[in-house]
């Protein structure tokens, strides 16, 4: 296993300094929104630096830590030179800029340019693939079959932390460019990881314990892709399973997550009084957890099935308890996943509950809110923010407005594949149909229209 010969990172640690390990993973954080990049740094993350399991950190948090220290290398930071490391799955490929392993690099440099193969890096040379091919599970995924009767054996480190990257890159990718092209892509990596908890069912321990939670969070992960890409049944499967992983190992963390993201999908299917009570579910496992921000997400989550079911009283004491919950800022103990939620998503996820409501000022003026504060990294969430915009200015009779806002929507979808947030698009162009002679609708219905055959063309 990768720990078995790992050598500390002293001088890692002492540029920590005083700080704590979560202290030091928010300021690694907040230097990679400074250059626009996004890593998704935690205490753990950190404690693996230190104690040198990862000997080369993946090329974006290359690009944070030397920002963070000017003039320096990563030899001057404690790593080993890029050169120097090798994994096993480095040989004789050449996988794409975000898709490291990071315990190991190969001695290459790419481009950081985004282009399509970023969109299917994480099944092309995923790292949880790796892990794959190294118990004997088949194939990398783009050839044919995999095995799943893989002999039980001890799982290590390398396995470990192969899934919960696979994690990482997963939701970096959906946050760049939305779930469309990753689904599928992204099942593969999924029966691997349940391939090696099953393999592994001998593991006892701190390892076990990591595994499970890692192939749960990555059964979300799938989950959210479905869920974001139309496959609301699919989407239901997965975090069923996520579900039942929790109980199984125990983790109130995971738990808590299944039943957000469950909330989540049970109101975008109409059935509010599930959101409701999968809501409050997930509050009651993540109580003990100590995270505020988790809190707050599930009280939005619970707003939502309220809304949905038209009770206004039990929404506005939902959405107060998730202003009370977000005004305690943020804490070590919020979980890793939840990166993506801050004051944009606070914003955007009230507007829905007024929007469902049918309170469309309000919701325009939350949605603009979002849109104007998110940073423009997380190109799925901004085109999201948009696109509710859009629909909630249409509602309440604003049409040129809406037209505006639809088009700079459609301005980002070369990017991002969301089959969700076309869906509300196309909800706006029939509800401005009526208003085509206003200014600017005509020519966003005409290039929502293209964009909508050249959508179907593909898909076909």
Known sequence: M?????????????????????????????????????????????????????????YAYERVFLHMFPGSTLTDLGFSAREAVRGRGARGRTPPPDTYNSTNCTNSTYSNEESDVLRRAFMTSGTVTVAAASLG???LPGTEGHRTDVPRQRIGESEVSAVEEAVRQIRLLDDRHGADGLYQRAAQPLRTAYALLDAGATTRGSTAGRLASGAGELAISVGWLAHDSGRLDDARSHYAEALATSRVAADPALEAHAFCNTSFLARDAGRYREAVRAAQAGHRAAGPLGSARLLALLSLREAGGWAGLGDRPGCEQALSRAHTHFGRGPSDADPEWMSFFGEPELQALEAQCWSALGDWSRAARLSHRATALQDPHFARNLALYGAQLSGDLARGGAAAEAAAAGERVLDLLDEVQSSRIRAILAETARVLVPRRHTAGVADFLDRHAETARAAAAVAR
């Open 2 to 58: 990768a720990s078995s010969r790992a050598v500390p990172n002293l001088m890692f640690r002492r540029l920590r300094g005083q700080r704590s390990p979560g202290e030091f993973a928010a300021l690694v954080r907040r230097a990679a929104r400074e250059i626009g990049e996004q890593v998704a740094c935690d205490a753990r993350y950190i404690g693996r630096v230190e104690a040198g399991e990862i000997r080369c950190p993946n």
């Open 137 to 139: 599970l088949g194939p």
